[in-house]
């Protein structure tokens, strides 16, 4: 039976929530994470440890939600993702102690994973069809990322009018006035689109009927465990997440390597935002049009490039134009990845209506550098603190890329021959 795709402001909304709600536990600590660091008065390596509890509980979490996406709506389940998520924001302006963080990145895994992560993919899926998954999920992240961007801009923004003066060096209580308005304004956006995706997130009642189950039983998990596409994609996914997290020491680097100020390696981490929706547009036209298989080979082969350019340190340490050009690189390869790693679940043979299921048991492993990822980066740049420090983290960049571009090539070859969405 053929279904009448939902309309575009059902993908615009997807786009908007599916960047928001990771805006507080993750995007400004991106875009601010030299200013996070000192507000909250963590080292690198007890951030990270946030980050890996975050891991721990959503490893749990993605295995739990992705049956409940395939029971309930994702309109339902998103909105309260949301609310919940922006809730523990105002925990978060009170900069509390390591261990309450800690707690507060525990809570952020369930509200983030367990209620929203199988959702959005799902419903990506349901927008995308038979024809434009290239499309749905290129447009999907580099929505975000430019969403995210948005975000950062306006963090930015808030953080800078909140300070004396741009150049000075702040004081704690300074820094910690200006970043509690930064997270303050966030949750409120956060919950207004929580209201926005309750409202107007909705599916034709003949098309929910037939991607919800009424209950999903031992029989259909095993059915989707025994698909060659699953194993595969927790690989290629767990080396792509490695290179996303990656990109959260730019701004570190800007200011520890290049002597940037804290407003300044914001503006970086920003900038890395921007490049993500660019990016996003532009492999999901090209993956539809070709084979979305070889330009996730091709995403993993830029990153590795770009990694190898400042693990060598080719690059001269002080020139802020080259730094520039290679982080566009790297960045560029890492979201290429990213945009493209959902939709070739469709090639891969994989039931729309166990997505979620599915999902859940990819994200199992895919998901695992939440774990790991932040403690490893951050002992590496404790370890040797400036720009060694910051080319051992590259070196961890290009060996992921190396066995992640290994593994799609085997999806490639496998699946690749299969038609393309358009054909």
């Known amino acids: 039976m053929d279904y009448k795709r939902p309309p575009w402001y059902f993908l615009a909304l997807l786009i908007l929530a599916g960047e928001s709600v990771f805006i507080l536990p993750f995007v400004l600590a991106r875009v601010f994470r030299p200013t996070v660091l000192d507000t909250f008065e963590l080292t690198n ?60 990145y525990g809570y952020w895994g369930l509200t983030t994973i367990f209620l929203f992560w199988a959702p959005m993919i799902k419903a990506t899926r349901i927008w995308g069809g038979d024809a434009s998954q290239g499309k749905a999920f290129g447009f999907l992240d580099g929505g975000r990322g430019l969403v995210g961007a ?120 920003t900038f890395l935002l921007y490049i993500r929706p660019v990016v996003g547009v532009a492999i999901g036209i090209l993956a539809d049009r070709s084979k979305t298989t070889l330009w996730l080979l091709i995403g993993f082969l830029i990153a590795f490039t770009g990694a190898v350019l400042f693990a060598t340190g080719i690059l001269p340490g002080t020139s802020s134009a080259l730094f520039v050009l290679s982080v566009i690189l790297v960045a560029s390869g890492v979201y290429a990845v990213r945009c493209l790693y959902f939709s070739v679940m469709e090639l891969g043979r994989i039931p729309l209506v166990l997505t979620g299921t599915a999902v859940g048991l990819i994200s199992l492993v895919g998901f695992t550098p939440d774990i790991f990822a932040g403690p490893a980066m951050g002992y590496l740049l404790d370890r040797s603190p400036g720009v060694s420090g910051h080319r051992d983290v590259f070196w961890m960049l290009a060996a992921f890329s190396a066995m992640g571009g290994g593994v799609a090539f085997y999806y490639h070859k496998i699946f690749g021959k299969s038609l393309s969405s358009t054909e």
Do not use: H
């Open 45 to 104: 390596v007890e951030l990270g440890l946030c980050f890996s509890v975050y891991g721990f509980v959503a490893l749990f979490a993605y295995l739990a939600g992705g049956p409940l996406a395939d029971k309930y709506p994702p309109r339902k389940l998103i909105a309260i993702a949301l609310w919940t998520t922006a809730l523990g924001g105002l925990l978060f302006a009170t900069f509390p102690s390591f261990d309450t963080l800690k707690v507060l």
């Open 150 to 269: 948005l975000f950062g801009s306006m963090g930015v923004y808030i953080f800078s009018f909140f300070i004396p003066a741009e150049g000075l060096q702040l004081s704690l209580e300074e820094s910690r006035r200006a970043f509690s308005n930064v997270i303050l304004y966030s949750s409120g956006i956060v919950t207004l689109v929580g209201i926005l995706v309750w409202f107007f997130l909705r599916i034709e009642p003949e098309r929910r009927r037939s991607i919800v189950l009424e209950r999903i039983t031992i029989s259909e998990i095993r059915e989707v465990m025994k698909l060659r596409a699953i194993w595969l994609l927790m690989v290629i996914i767990l080396c792509a997440y490695v290179g996303y997290k990656i990109t959260d020491v730019f701004s570190l680097y800007a200011r520890d390597v290049l002597s940037y100020t804290q407003v300044e390696s914001a503006r970086i981490g």
